[in-house]
């Protein structure tokens, strides 16, 4: 299957399965919202242009915005990680290491520990940028931190499970190919 | 002249960045103000359609409970039948009813009922929302009242042709006229984002003798609403000092967790009373 058919049918599943089944978990507690969506833009490509990153975020939340009609919110968010991701990932691996040899971020071209840091970072960022434009309308910083920290762990521990269940087979890529 | 060119196209990236984030934050900024932006309509047709293809899977798993209520309110009905009055035979003179509910020569009908299914709704965010299956084409305008069958579940804020979004009591904007049951007193039913059981009930003075259970109605000067209808029970009672209003914490009585099937309330006399309200504005 071609890299570009395995993004498009990820796009459509982590729309769903945020939309279908984590927006629709009865809340534990009002700090805490369950995120996967974004790890769509965790795992797109390497070799991806900054700009183009940042048109596939935009569209990538505003597909989700579409159905919790917050136009915008989760667009922001998402415009925001994907500017941001080229650098962690060059701050975390030289650049000959991963990205000629392997297609997309993951613990196997990353390594363990860079992939953790990676994911965790983007995370924060992303949940933090998110609770403040919801904060701005309304809140107190109390309730800031604590969705920002609450939220952010349970999303880390969504992706580690996603990792373990459904690990990608990470080819070597090779010249040939 | 060429030194900006490089100086943008160095930056290329960054603007690009600056001008989607810009885009994306004035989406949603300014919806919030005028939530009819054009392209909600669109959107709010093909999520629409989304959902209520995932709300037929999903309406099987709470079918019994859903039978229990409409069951409920199917005999709360019938006990109002006019059947169920009767007059008794008192040979001597006869005496007009006037106790029996369809007494068409002085009753008037001010209020319109049509039945609707919610396909989206949530309850785990701060401003929630729920769409229901009925729109503009099926006689929903904005502002009607929405009620489910145990209780207010919120406002119609936005319609598409066959689509209704309705804005949720649990909603940071949404402010019902409530009044006290017992007594009449009225106030403003809010809610503060955080648990989706409970709503706050404002503006009671501290006179009124307010216990744990008396039942929070809809006030007689709402618009959107019939007078009467049960907006929550009352769970806590807290005094402000600095204030002589009472912030009364309230239960709901609609369940937001599983609410399916919804009324949307019509009031027929709206126009007339915001065209002699808006008189008012004029005169002064």
Redesign the interface.
């Known amino acids: 299957m071609s890299e570009l058919l395995k993004n498009i049918i990820r796009y459509i599943l982590f729309i769903f399965i945020q939309v279908?089944v984590l927006?629709n978990?009865?809340?534990l507690h009002?700090f805490i919202?369950p995120y996967l969506y974004f790890l769509f833009i965790l795992w797109l490509p390497f070799n991806m242009k900054?700009?183009w990153l940042?048109?596939v975020a935009?569209l990538f939340?505003?597909s989700l915005d579409?159905?919790?009609?917050?136009?915008?919110?989760h667009?922001?968010a998402c415009?925001?990680i994907a500017?941001i991701r080229p650098f962690i990932i060059s701050l975390l691996v030289s650049r000959d290491m991963a990205e000629l040899n392997y297609v997309s971020p993951s613990a196997k071209s990353l390594g363990w520990v860079p992939y953790i840091t990676y994911v965790l970072v983007l995370t924060l960022l992303h949940h933090t940028y998110l609770v403040f434009?919801?904060w701005m309308?309304?809140?107190s910083f109390i309730y800031f931190m604590g969705k920002v920290l609450a939220t952010t762990a349970v999303s880390f521990v969504l992706v580690m499970l996603v990792e373990m269940l459904f690990p990608r087979d990470q080819r070597y890529r090779t010249n040939t190919a | 002249m060429r030194n900006i060119f490089l100086f943008i196209r160095r930056y290329?990236?960054?603007f690009?960045?600056l001008v989607?984030?810009i885009?994306?934050?004035?989406?949603?900024?300014s919806?919030?103000k005028f939530h009819q932006?054009a392209?909600?309509g669109v959107?709010n047709d093909?999520?629409g359609k989304?959902?209520e293809e995932?709300n037929s899977i999903e309406v099987y798993f709470k079918l019994k409970k859903k039978n229990q209520e409409l069951l409920e309110e199917n005999n709360r009905l019938r006990n109002m039948l006019q059947e169920n009055f009767g007059v008794r035979d008192t040979t001597l003179f006869s005496i007009k009813d006037t106790l029996t509910i369809n007494d068409s020569s002085r009753i008037f009908r001010r209020y319109y009922s049509m039945p609707a299914q919610v396909v989206?709704n949530?309850?785990?965010?701060?401003?929630n929302?729920l769409m229901i299956n009925r729109g503009y084409n099926q006689g929903v305008r904005k502002d009607m009242g929405v009620v489910s069958p145990a209780g207010v579940v919120g406002s119609v804020l936005d319609v598409s042709d066959n689509y209704a979004?309705v804005l949720s009591m649990l909603h940071?904007v949404s402010r019902i006229s409530a009044s006290v049951k017992k007594t009449g007193e009225t106030g403003t039913v809010e809610w503060d984002?955080?648990?989706?059981l409970f709503v706050t009930l404002k503006d009671i003075p501290k006179s009124v003798q307010l216990n744990q259970g008396d039942s929070i109605v809809t006030s007689r000067y709402s618009d959107k609403f019939p007078p009467g209808i049960l907006i929550g029970t009352v769970e806590s009672v807290a005094t402000d000092p600095s204030s002589n209003f009472y912030r009364v914490k309230v239960r709901t009585a609609t369940n937001f967790?599983n609410v399916q099937y919804v009324y949307v309330i019509e009031n027929l006399e709206k126009e007339e009373q915001l065209q002699l309200k808006s008189g008012i504005k004029i005169n002064e």
């Open positions: 279908f927006n978990i009865p809340p009002q919202v900054r700009g940042m048109v935009f939340g505003f579409a159905f919790t009609k917050t136009p915008g919110l667009a922001a415009v925001l500017y434009l919801e309308q309304f809140g | 290329a990236n960054f690009f960045f989607l984030q885009v994306a934050l004035w989406l949603l900024f919806y919030n932006a392209f909600m959107a093909i999520t989304l959902n995932y989206d949530s309850t785990s965010r701060q401003n929302y979004v940071r984002g955080t648990n989706p967790f």
